[in-house]
């Protein structure tokens, strides 16, 4: 009898310890930024909330795969792409995606990080082949609004949401950079020129009302001469002025128009 009650005490020793290791091991904190997926022999048992929870760890029974659902970004490494105008130009991406849905997540695909590059890859090269070099320098947001609609519909079964793709660099061929700066500077000196004649012009039309503002004002044109003669002499002691009476040009005016109109 004290034989068998000191057996049972063993064993019940033995099975204490055991599962207090089970209870010790099988102790997991899930971080605020993070989600639990566990499966029960392989298979899919729930997905576990932030906080303290335990699984059975003991004979792999249970399993518990931690999964970061914060927004993560990724770099598209440079891709040579033809636009639809033939012209080929080096272009590098960073896309920015976080998970919604953590078991599917893990369940749907092997790598989503690796899945995610592949087609955002594939997106860019479809997107920027079918659009011209100015739609592609003039329209980056738009283009990569197109791309993350791309790559968004295939995620979204994965459980990944894409919140944005940035194209971060546009790398053009060394001649195509001298033939859009000389064009770029074509266009400078036209608005030049433009900007030039349209001084002129108004500066014409100031002249003309100005002129014919002195001419209608008695004497005027004769005090404005006077201006002018002494803006362009600033030494008086060398100027010579004639000064004829007003009247004098008058009555030469009216003989010019009594001869026009005669003839």
């Known amino acids: 009898m004290i034989l068998f009650i000191m057996v049972l005490f063993n064993v019940v020793l033995v099975v204490g310890i055991i599962l207090f290791i089970a209870l010790i091991r099988g102790l997991r904190v899930v971080k605020e930024y993070e989600r639990g997926v566990v499966l029960n022999f392989g298979k899919y048992a729930g997905t576990r909330e932030p906080g303290l929870t335990w699984i059975f760890v003991l004979f792999g029974i249970q399993e518990m795969i931690i999964v970061d659902i914060?927004?993560?970004?990724?770099?598209?490494?440079?891709?040579?792409?033809?636009?639809?105008?033939?012209?080929?130009?080096?272009?590098n991406a960073v896309v920015y995606f976080h998970v919604l849905t953590a078991d599917k997540a893990i369940l749907k695909i092997r790598n989503y990080n690796s899945a995610i590059i592949q087609y955002a890859q594939a997106s860019l090269r479809d997107v920027i082949g079918g659009v011209e070099l100015d739609t592609l320098l003039s329209e980056r947001e738009k283009i990569a609004e197109e791309m993350k609609k791309g790559v968004d519909t295939v995620t979204a079964e994965w459980g990944i949401n894409i919140t944005d793709i940035r194209i971060q660099d546009i790398e053009l061929p060394a001649d195509m950079k001298r033939?859009?700066?000389?064009?770029?500077?074509?266009?400078?000196?036209?608005?030049?020129?433009?900007?030039?004649?349209?001084?002129?012009?108004e500066a014409a039309e100031k002249l003309a009302q100005a002129a014919g503002r002195l001419s209608a004002t008695p004497g005027g044109l004769a005090l404005r001469t006077l201006e002018t003669i002494e803006k362009i002499n600033p030494d008086p002691s060398k100027t010579v002025i004639f000064a004829l009476p007003i009247e004098f040009m008058q009555g030469i005016q009216s003989l010019t128009d009594y001869f026009k109109d005669k003839k």
């Open 179 to 201: 033939v859009m700066a000389k064009q770029a500077e074509s266009e400078r000196e036209r608005r030049a020129i433009v900007i030039q004649s349209q001084g002129e012009y």
């Open 70 to 91: 914060r927004i993560n970004s990724t770099e598209i490494p440079q891709q040579e792409v033809i636009t639809k105008d033939n012209v080929p130009v080096g272009i």
